[in-house]
C-alpha cells in the first residue's frame, strides 16, 4: 500500500482539500494581514495553492481551521517541504514571513544586525500598527462609528497619527524600512504597508489622520503597491 500523502494528516485539508500537495498551503482572505503572506510567496516565487477562509461563512471558526489555528485568524500555511523535508503548519504572520524568509534566504538580511533591525519593524508592526489602524477603521467605517462616544475613535486617530509619524522619520532618504535599493526590500515592508494601505483605501482614513502630512509615507507606499507580486499578492485569494 502506497503512503498517505502528507498532508492527509492535516484535517484542514478535508474541507479544504489540496489539488497540489507540493506546493505550500495558503489559508487566507484578502485582507492586510492576509495579503503579507501572499505578497512573500509572490515576492519569493514560491509555489503554493490559496484557499478563501469565508468570514461570511464563520470558515475561521470551523474545526478544521482551528486545527491549524487555534486563534482562528488568518492566514495560516502548511509546507509539505518543511524543516527536515517534514510537513510544518504555522500561524501568525510575523512567524510566518520569517519562517519564508530563512526558507529562501531572502526578505531578510544575512547581516545579523540588519536581520534583527527588520525583525524589529515586523514586531512594530504587528504590535502597533495593525492593531492601532484596525481599531481605528472599526470605530471609523464599521459598527462603532455609530457610539455616542468618540473618545475610543479620537484615541486610536491620535496613536495612528504617531505611528505614522515614527514611519515617516524613520524613512526620511530611505528607499525601504531597512535602507536604500532593492536589496533593502524586506518582510519588514511586506508588513507595514498593506495596512498602510488599508489605512487610507479601505477604511477612507486618510483625511482622518492628516496622511498628506506623512510625505515619506506615501512614497514608499506608492512604489509597494506597483511592485507586480505585491498586485499578484493583493488579489489572493481571488
Known amino acids: 500500500m502506497s503512503a498517505l500523502p502528507p498532508l492527509d494528516a492535516f484535517p484542514i485539508t ?9 506546493h505550500i498551503q495558503l489559508y487566507s482572505l484578502a485582507t492586510p494581514n492576509g495579503v503579507k503572506v501572499s505578497i512573500a510567496l509572490e515576492e519569493l516565487g514560491l509555489p503554493y495553492e490559496a484557499h478563501k477562509v469565508d468570514f461570511a461563512t464563520n470558515d475561521q471558526l470551523s474545526p478544521e481551521f482551528l486545527s491549524l489555528n487555534p486563534n482562528n485568524k488568518i492566514p495560516a500555511i502548511i509546507d509539505p517541504a518543511g524543516p527536515g523535508g517534514r510537513p510544518l503548519g504555522l500561524f501568525e504572520t510575523g512567524a510566518i514571513l ?8 531572502r526578505l531578510l538580511p544575512a547581516d545579523v544586525a540588519l536581520r534583527y533591525q527588520g525583525i524589529q519593524w515586523l514586531m512594530w508592526q504587528m504590535g502597533g500598527v495593525g492593531p492601532m489602524f484596525g481599531q481605528l477603521g472599526f470605530f471609523h467605517r464599521f459598527a462603532g462609528k455609530d457610539w455616542e462616544d468618540k473618545r475610543p475613535l479620537s484615541r486610536y486617530v491620535a496613536e495612528s497619527r504617531r505611528l505614522l509619524g515614527v514611519l515617516d522619520g524613520h524613512l526620511q532618504g530611505r528607499d525601504w524600512m531597512l535602507g536604500q535599493g532593492e536589496d533593502a526590500y524586506s518582510i519588514a515592508d511586506i508588513a507595514i504597508f498593506p495596512w498602510v494601505r488599508n489605512l487610507v483605501g479601505f477604511y477612507g482614513a486618510g483625511d482622518l489622520v ?14 509597494f503597491v506597483v511592485r507586480p507580486a505585491v498586485q499578484r499578492g493583493l488579489a489572493v485569494p481571488r
Not at 478535508?14 to 507540493?22: G, I, L, N, T, Y
Not at 520569517?98 to 534566504?105: C, E, F, S, V
Not at 496622511?211 to 512604489?223: E, I, K, R, T, Y
Open 14 to 22: 478535508r474541507k479544504w482539500p489540496a489539488r497540489h500537495p507540493d
Open 210 to 223: 492628516g496622511f498628506g502630512d506623512f510625505a515619506n509615507v506615501q512614497h514608499v507606499l506608492d512604489a
Open 98 to 105: 520569517i519562517y519564508l524568509a530563512d526558507k529562501t534566504g
